[in-house]
């Protein structure tokens, strides 16, 4: 059983930055792939991040492409997402997520692709 365990979120102003991390607990995270999603008011999940166990392969949802950076951290069991240029569209409830793929090269991009997930983190960009 892997824990996940999201931080890093607030309330910011539209064109600010934001970095989250997640936590894994266990000692096979670096087998993972790892994702990022999140969910807005009424809006169902959608797919924002993610990559493969290694860090080389790497997909991002296209409106956030060039402001936000997935990356990872084997030796401390996290994974980051670093928001910049944030905008209001961006505001929802960010959730990691990890697929034990046993080393698989390509990281899902549906949220049912996913075995563990954290309980989320919340983003608010103001306008």
């Known amino acids: 059983q892997v824990q996940l365990v999201e931080s890093g979120g607030g309330l910011v102003q539209a064109g600010g930055s934001l970095k989250l991390s997640c936590a894994a607990s266990?000692?096979?995270?670096?087998?993972?792939?790892m994702g990022w999603f999140r969910q807005a008011p009424g809006k169902e999940r959608e797919f924002v991040a993610a990559?493969?166990?290694?860090?080389?392969?790497?997909y991002y949802l296209d409106s956030v492409k060039g402001r936000f950076t997935i990356s990872r951290d084997n030796a401390k069991n996290t994974v980051y997402l670093q928001m910049n240029s944030l905008k209001p569209e961006d505001t929802a409830v960010y959730y990691c997520?990890?697929?034990?793929?046993?080393?698989?090269?390509?990281?899902?991009?549906?949220?049912?692709?996913?075995?563990?997930w954290g309980q989320g983190t919340q983003v608010s960009v103001s306008s």
């Open positions: 266990g000692r096979t995270f670096s087998r993972y792939a």
């Open positions: 990559l493969n166990w290694e860090g080389g392969n790497i």
């Open positions: 997520a990890a697929e034990d793929g046993e080393y698989s090269d390509y990281p899902p991009v549906l949220s049912i692709g996913y075995d563990y």
